[in-house]
């Protein structure tokens, strides 16, 4: 049973050296440690956002909304984005404080064994087939984030079977739900990397796909990927907001805040059940999301799963993170880091959905694709815009100041906080130039979204060099504060 008594918070929760941080991975390497995996994945991500400005320059992946992918593009990004899910998971074992010792050794392994793999592996593989030697090294990484998705589930019900107090909050049911969207996603997209290379063999999956409407390799896996790449975006989202609001002091709020905060933890939840149905339903049959708020004959509208996705989680995870800022207003003001949280989600949504949303509702203008049509320019521009900021960096600084609270010196707080609310504001500013003002490719926008990402790139640097050189010597597992999760407070809170 879930009730609505608020619980006192951690001792990590209130900002204070986590537990886990320094905690030996294995024995036999006393300089592994979960802090250290930690930061080292958050560099990795650094260096290949810096490597994906020379390949996709300027922040241009896609020439226009309905261009067919570039593989080699898509592939690096798995790079990127094998590591935003491995810090979740890696996070989740110290927001959750999930006890077993094995679940959070194979989560740090498998976050080495995703994140290198994957980058490694996306660099070289151009084409598919062509370039099997760094598909199978990608393939590795792939399994890797397999693992670490379902070790996490595995840890989140021995949590639930303890009868842990967390266990029965609103934030940890969707951080679960999260995951298996998660772990749902990836193996639908690796059923479209098998028809890639392979097509329909053996023969019962020709059979199975005749069953559910296809007859080419090409058609089924083009909707596995779609499927595939706006399921495993937005359950990333949910396991980062349910992060959030453990992390920041949902369980401490009382009245309004308390209450706002639950109806967004509950949209959240319901969102990531419905995208994931939607997401299957489409991926495994040749229906697709039918469009609503139509006009001019149908040319304009919003795609229902976008509006499933966009109200429920984005708008949801908005009420959580607006909640968390009312009411812990004091905590905002003595940790910018908790705002810099806020804001990076604030402008996800206003990148994602209210920009989207008025991109949708005029399509007759930007033309979905159209490169005859008179906003096709800022349409192309906007494909880069919402998916590589508005879904991935934003949400992953949020994330990132998780880690900030967590892992590194209070006394640091105040500059990275307010560097990356800088960072953000501007870059936004301006991509919203670059999309709907001038689209120039070296343009006001670009230049403009061009130091926002310095101000950010060198303010998550500075984070990686504060984090890594904090004092404290490794813990064993084991040893009392290392592997040993706090005492659950009594009392139980939804």
């Not at 419905?274 to 469009?291: D, I």
Request: hydrophobic fraction near 50%; aromatic fraction near 10%.
């Amino acid at each position: 049973m879930m009730s609505d008594v608020p619980q006192q918070q951690s001792h990590a929760q209130l900002g204070d050296p986590d537990a886990h941080a320094d905690e030996v991975v294995l024995a036999r390497f006393p300089w592994l440690t979960n802090r250290r995996i930690v930061l080292f994945v958050l560099g990795w991500m650094l260096l290949f956002g810096v490597i994906s400005a020379f390949i996709s320059n300027p922040f241009q992946s896609e020439p226009s909304a309905t261009a067919s992918p570039n593989y080699w593009h898509v592939m690096f990004l798995h790079g990127l984005l094998i590591g935003m899910v491995a810090l979740g998971g890696l996070l989740a074992c110290q927001v959750f404080e999930l006890q077993s010792k094995h679940v959070r050794v194979w989560i740090a392994l498998g976050a080495l064994a995703a994140t290198i793999p994957a980058a490694v592996g996306g660099i070289f593989d151009k084409g598919v087939p062509g370039y099997e030697v760094p598909m199978w090294i990608q393939i590795a990484g792939f399994f890797a984030l397999d693992e670490i998705l379902l070790t996490l589930l595995v840890g989140f019900v021995l949590e639930y079977r303890r009868r842990v107090p967390v266990s029965r909050t609103l934030p940890f049911l969707g951080a679960t739900l999260a995951t298996a969207s998660l772990l749902v996603a990836a193996v639908m997209g690796h059923l479209a990397g098998w028809l890639l290379e392979f097509g329909l063999k053996p023969g019962i999956l020709r059979s199975f796909a005749k069953s559910i409407g296809y007859t080419k390799a090409s058609d089924w896996s083009t909707a596995l990927i779609v499927s595939h790449s706006h399921q495993i975006a937005v359950a990333s989202m949910a396991l980062i907001v349910t992060l959030l609001a453990r992390q920041f002091g949902y369980e401490s709020l009382t009245g309004a805040p308390r209450r706002v905060a639950r109806v967004g933890l509950i949209m959240v939840s319901i969102g990531v059940i419905a995208m994931s149905y939607v997401y299957v339903r489409a991926g495994f049959s040749t229906w697709a999301p039918p469009a609503w708020f139509t006009s001019h004959g149908g040319a304009n509208g919003i795609a229902s799963d976008d509006v499933i996705t966009g109200v429920f989680v984005m708008f949801g995870g908005l009420l959580i993170v607006g909640s968390l800022a009312v009411g812990k207003l004091a905590s905002l003001a003595r940790w910018p880091v908790r705002a810099a949280g806020v804001w990076s989600w604030v402008l996800s949504f206003a990148t994602v959905a209210i920009a989207g949303y008025t991109i949708e509702l005029n399509e007759t203008h930007f033309g979905a694709g159209d490169p005859h049509a008179k906003g096709a320019a800022n349409d192309a521009v906007f494909t880069w815009l919402h998916q590589d900021l508005g879904l991935f960096l934003l949400p992953t600084l949020a994330l990132v100041m998780v880690i900030v609270e967590r892992l590194v010196a209070s006394r640091h707080h105040g500059l990275i906080g307010r560097a990356i609310i800088t960072g953000t504001s501007i870059g936004f500013i301006g991509s919203v130039v670059y999309v709907f003002v001038d689209t120039a490719r070296h343009g006001p926008g670009y230049v403009i979204t061009s130091v926002g990402l310095a101000v950010v790139g060198a303010t998550l640097l500075a984070t990686i060099w504060w984090g890594t050189i904090r004092t404290g010597p490794p813990r064993p597992l084991g040893a009392p504060g290392g592997s040993a999760p706090a005492h659950p407070v009594p009392g139980t809170s939804a």
